[in-house]
């Protein structure tokens, strides 16, 4: 199923169920006993079976979205150089600095977070934080929401404890990336970890192969497969539980294919108002615009 964060008109944040045609969202928020995606998941070996297409009904463009992990626990998991092509153009754009400076491909996974505050959803404004850079830059990934507690996970049982996915854009200040080191900074600034439309369930998605895509003002810049993971989803939820507990709810997003504006020759950066589409096969378009001065 596909389940969706959104504000109910008065404000309240509510959780709906996405109907089949992707036209009508039902708040399910009752028959669920939570607004929280997180809770729900906590509990979705009792509740998750029993979700009906019941409830208040909106209608998909009417809604005002959250994130569908409108507000995590604790900071995503991200992955970093992780499709080879991408690796490739980012060693070649001058603002591979730091953390993982080293060229090509990475012998283990890079992994690196964004504070949890940085989370909007989707049609929600991203801030250029034009104070602080002029190199702000977009990032299409797979993301995935673990469903079951775990530690020592090994790859072969990883899909077990998988509970949905969704799509995140890693959204990337290039300078403050390359200047500060370590990537936290450059890549947690507040508004820079879009996440949505809506999360969708294991049982629907393969995500041996799915398509990433990504528009800037309807210019597509980003297009391949999930199939061409350097490591791919199961190596990645064995590698970051080796040593710590992973959690119902923690997102880990996998990584971006080439195309990034800062791999271009000359770099082309997003500018306020440029608006950016992600899409990946099944889970749907997360639509995001950069704020412009009147808005920020
Ligand atoms: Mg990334």
Redesign the pocket.
Known sequence: VRIAAFEAPGGQARLGLVRPDGVEVLDITEQAGTNDLVTLIERWADVGSRLAFAGPAYRVGDLSFLAPIARPRRNIF???KNYRAHAAEFDGSGFNAGAAAHQGVPARPVVFTKPNTAVVGHRRAIDPHLRLTRMLDY?A?LAVIIGRKGRGIAREDARAHVWGYTIIN?V?ARDLQRDHEQWFLG?GLDTFCPMGPFAVTAEEVDDRDLLVECRVNGELRQHASTAELVFDVPELIATISAGLTLLPGDVI?T??PAGVGAGMKPPRFLQPRDRVEISVSGLGTLINHIASPEEA
């Open positions: 991200c992955i970093g990032e990934e890693d990337t890549k997003a990584g971006t």
